[in-house]
């Protein structure tokens, strides 16, 4: 059964563009930008925000001069202001066939994509540019950062048509990212992190040192969470269907569960220690509602 929403209106409802229209999301640390918008960037630039006083060296422009702060030291000085920017938010989207898992039809890809939709969504109407990555070992597909509307419905397109499949490729996206250079902002990973944390977590913790603020989001199934199974069962490797064991699953639900929630706990240690925001939910969970919740918690800490 294929993952991906058929179509735009499954991705983005009208109901889920009206919950998240009085919705933004603003950076929390200090971004770079291209024009002008409403975070702080680390280049000096020109917008009426000042920020401190600098010695006068010839070629500084005239028009900064301080002439009462000079006047008082008897030395000239120039006004240095913090430009505002345009944010940017790369959104890489975890689509490797464990991705597929699905409890009362509730697949945990569809839910990935529809985040993904409302996060670009939210960017774009503010007029900040939202990238994407879809990211599988197969293929991953590389959407750059733009802010018009154009931009914003090739996004959902590319939510739209491509499903998950293959193993996961995140921790080598996010080199890329981090290979490329690319100005510093928002990377908003969306995954099941169903696998080894620490190749991911070796990553994530360069885009953090790189200036990047790192959000992290986590979409649980409840079959893989709650482990409900009394007798003998078949499983199926859904990023390997070479992969299958048949297993008694009464002598493991107790080690699984602990396993299972030792990864969680791992997760929300690592990036509390990291200073990086943690969301996790469940499939059942409307997507906007996640969002909007996580966004009024991050405007009260703000």
């Not at 109901?15 to 950076?27: K, N």
């Not at 505002?84 to 509730?106: P, Y």
Request: a positive charge.
């Amino acid at each position: 059964m294929p993952a991906a929403p058929r179509t735009l209106d499954d991705l983005l409802p009208a109901s889920a563009r009206e919950a998240l229209q009085h919705l933004e999301i603003h950076a929390r640390r200090s971004v770079d930008g291209l024009r002008h918008g409403v975070h702080t960037s680390r280049r000096i630039g020109v917008s009426t925000d000042f920020d401190h006083h600098k010695n006068y060296v010839p070629g500084d422009p005239l028009k900064h001069m301080d002439w009462k702060a000079s006047a008082r030291h008897d030395r000239y000085y120039v006004k240095r202001y913090i430009e505002e920017t345009a944010l940017a938010v790369r959104i890489v989207v975890d689509r490797s066939g464990s991705m597929l898992q699905a409890t009362e039809g509730a697949i945990k890809y569809v839910q990935a994509c529809r985040l993904a939709a409302s996060l670009a969504y939210l960017v774009v109407k503010e007029s900040d540019a939202a990238g994407l990555a879809l990211s599988s070992a197969a293929q991953t597909i590389w959407l750059p950062a733009g802010s018009s509307n154009a931009h914003l419905v090739r996004i959902l397109d590319a939510l739209v048509v491509n499903d998950a499949v293959a193993a996961d490729n995140l921790a080598t996206s996010l080199r890329t990212i981090l290979d490329r250079a690319e100005r510093r902002g928002i990377v908003a990973v969306i995954s099941d992190l169903m696998f080894d944390p620490q190749p991911l977590q070796r990553e994530l913790g360069r885009l953090q040192a790189q200036g990047h603020e790192v959000l992290l989001f986590q979409v649980r199934d409840p079959t893989e969470e709650d482990f409900p199974f009394n007798r003998w069962a078949q499983f199926h490797c859904l990023e390997n269907p070479a992969v299958k064991h048949r297993l008694d699953t009464v002598p493991l639900k107790r080690i699984y569960r602990e396993q299972y929630q030792a990864l969680l706990a791992e997760w929300r240690a690592w990036t509390k220690r990291q200073g990086q925001h943690f969301v996790t939910f469940r499939t059942t969970e409307p997507v906007e509602r996640v969002l909007a919740d996580y966004l009024a918690y991050r405007t009260r800490i703000a």
